[in-house]
């Protein structure tokens, strides 16, 4: 087994690596996501084979408790909870890293042993830190998405101040713990657990719910790189390129969510922004009602079914009014006329990277149609009618042309080069940012208001009674 | 245990992996964002390897008292919820992405 063993971990490894490689189309995802799941399972062969006989009950308790509500939750899940699944996902992984150095703590307590080797005290205090942080994090983010909290920034003053002052005290308690060797008391020990748990809960509170795309994949980095943190703790070469992997994901989808909202990590972390009664947000979009025109679902049917080519822009008040059934009747609808349908999805459109994708492919929507940003800006200028379904800043002109908004400067879907646009909304409220659309003073758009959902129902029977 | 050479090997690994995670995972459109997600939930998943590793030492160092052994058997359970949720809510999502012909 001495040589079997790495050999194994060595083929499990690679079809880690070529399932995500797989990922990259969505023919060939399926297939992806099945050779990680069998690399996985030989992974996990070997370690029980290795280990065989020790702990083997508490061993089994752990793999079928976590196995069965692992797959349970998978079977129930919906899929407009999967960023708040996705969160809990993140949690457990940096919870289950942080376990492992406690755990490898207790072991070197009783050992005997003098001192800690540096190598092992570094990662073991590093991988609990990181994915104590992930673990508290990853619960107020699942608290906010399935509104068991406020989804709203929870701000106080001299917050920043309190967060790095946690954030010291973590760092201190962590060089004390290496200098001395692990020798550090129990209750040091348990002290920097806490704080790290704190700092995590901390860091989460303060930003808005629609700022969870850019939280989700930085915990997904965090957990990836407590992990592979935690496998130089316990010299496993299989947990830090598997942690090195996961880390490098949650690293390309954070700057892209970033990138998506024009704004800064850092901006998103700290910021607090679309804050209840919001500071600067709020006074740019001050100028009272808009002059705007309104439509009737007849009308809008009529344009609609006349058309040649038409893009959906739907935003999260789509998913929201739980309207993507009602939006894939609508375009069938307009396909058996001719109309050719295509979907514009802005990366930051859903509560987590590709979120509005995976809706929309769940009420069959055939994923030819669904355009990223670039694809539906091009097709955009030869579209007769942009629908915006519940979504607002991410079509706001005011992003490419206001150099005062906040939103300046943020890629948005240009559904203003439409022929026309129509704008699904249930009231003139504002935006999350809280800012005025111009969108919708334009000559060529109209505005349709009522609940989404019932509006692109109306819309269907409407195209179907032409 | 762990010699400057073997923490050197190690380091290489781990750069190495960075580099080829960016290098891969820059590829994934953003259409399979949410499943590249969840498919990473399930390899990190491989943290249970660790939980199972470190429970044996636990055991086999004789300090498994009841409060210690829970702790182990919880990061085993959290590691378990990555590797089958994970793997499993990414097929379920994959299965979903049809072409305009597959579609009824």
New interface residues.
């Given amino acids: 087994m001495t040589v079997a063993a790495p050999l194994l971990d060595l083929v499990a490894i690679a079809l ?2 070529l ?3 797989f ?5 060939t ?2 297939f ?3 050779l ?2 069998f690399g ?1 399972f030989i ?2 062969v070997v ?2 084979i290795q ?1 065989l006989g ?2 083997w009950w ?2 089994a ?3 079928i ?3 069965t ?3 349970f ?3 129930r ?1 919906k ?1 407009t909870a ?1 960023p708040q ?2 969160a809990l ?2 949690g ?2 940096g ?3 942080a ?2 150095s ?3 703590y ?2 070197f ?3 005997g042993g003098a001192t800690m ?1 540096p ?2 005290s570094v990662s073991l205090v590093l991988s609990m830190i990181i994915g104590s942080v992930s673990f508290a994090g990853s619960i107020i983010a699942f608290l906010k998405l399935q509104e068991l909290m406020t989804g709203r920034p929870v701000t106080y003053p001299g917050q920043q101040f309190v967060n790095a002052i946690v954030a010291l005290a973590i760092a201190a308690l962590g060089i004390w713990f290496v200098a001395s060797g692990g020798t550090l008391a129990v209750w040091g020990f348990v002290l920097l657990l806490v704080a790290a748990l704190a700092l995590g809960v901390m860091f989460v509170l303060p930003i808005g719910g629609a700022d969870m795309p850019v939280v ?2 930085l915990l ?1 980095s965090f ?2 790189l407590a ?2 943190i ?24 954070t700057v ?1 969510m970033s990138k998506a909202m024009n704004r800064s990590l850092a901006n998103v972390l700290f910021s607090a922004f679309g804050s209840a009664g919001g500071g600067e947000p709020a006074a740019a979009g001050s100028g009272g009602p808009q002059n705007v025109r309104s439509v009737s679902a007849d009308d809008v049917a009529v344009m609609l079914a006349y058309a040649s080519k038409v893009m959906f822009v739907p935003g999260y008040g789509m998913a929201v009014a739980q309207a993507q059934h009602s939006v894939k009747a609508l375009a069938d609808q307009l396909e058996k006329r001719g109309v050719k349908v295509l979907y514009a ?1 802005h ?1 930051v459109a ?1 509560r ?4 509005m ?2 809706l929309l ?2 009420a ?7 355009l ?1 940003l670039d694809a539906a800006n091009a097709e955009l200028p030869t579209t007769d009618v942009a629908l915006v379904i519940g979504a607002n800043d991410v079509t706001n002109p005011a992003a490419r042309n206001v150099a005062s908004s906040p939103i300046y400067g943020m890629p948005i879907i240009d559904v203003d080069k439409a022929g026309n646009v129509i704008v699904l909304k249930r009231s003139m409220r504002s935006g999350f940012a809280g800012i005025d659309n111009p969108l919708y003073e334009l000559p060529n758009t109209a505005m349709l208001f009522g609940d989404a959902k019932a509006s692109v129902d109306a819309l269907t029977a409407a195209v179907k009674a032409l | ?2 010699d400057v050479t ?2 050197l090997g ?1 380091l290489t ?2 750069v190495l ?2 580099f ?3 290098e ?41 008292s009841l409060g ?2 829970i ?30 012909e ?3």
Wanted: hydrophobic content about 55%; aromatic content about 4%.
């Fill in positions: 880690f690596i399932g995500l490689h990922l990259n189309a969505p023919p995802a399926r992806g996501n099945r990680a799941a996985m992974a996990l370690v029980l280990t020790v702990a508490a061993i308790i752990g793999i408790i976590g196995g509500i692992g797959i939750a998978a079977i899940v899929m999967m699944m996705v996902y993140n457990a992984g919870g289950a890293a376990l492992i406690c755990v490898e207790v072991v307590l009783r050992g080797d190598v092992v989700i994949s997904n957990t990836g992990v592979a935690a496998g130089f703790e316990i010299n496993s070469e299989l947990l830090v390129i598997c942690g090195a992997l996961v880390g490098a994901s949650g690293t390309i989808l892209a999805i990366p859903g987590m990277p590709g979120h994708n995976v492919a769940e069959n929507v055939p994923y030819e149609q669904l990223d | 245990m762990t073997h923490l190690l690994i781990l992996a960075i080829v995670g960016f891969v995972i820059s590829k994934v459109p953003t259409t399979l964002h949410t499943p590249l997600m969840s498919a990473t939930n399930a390899i990190h998943g491989i943290v249970v390897a660790g939980a199972i590793v470190a429970t044996v030492s636990l055991f086999n160092t004789g300090a498994n210690v052994t702790l182990a058997i919880a990061a085993v359970t959290l590691g378990a919820i990555n590797v089958f949720g994970g793997f499993a809510v990414t097929e379920r999502m994959l299965q979903m992405f049809r072409r305009r597959g579609g009824k």
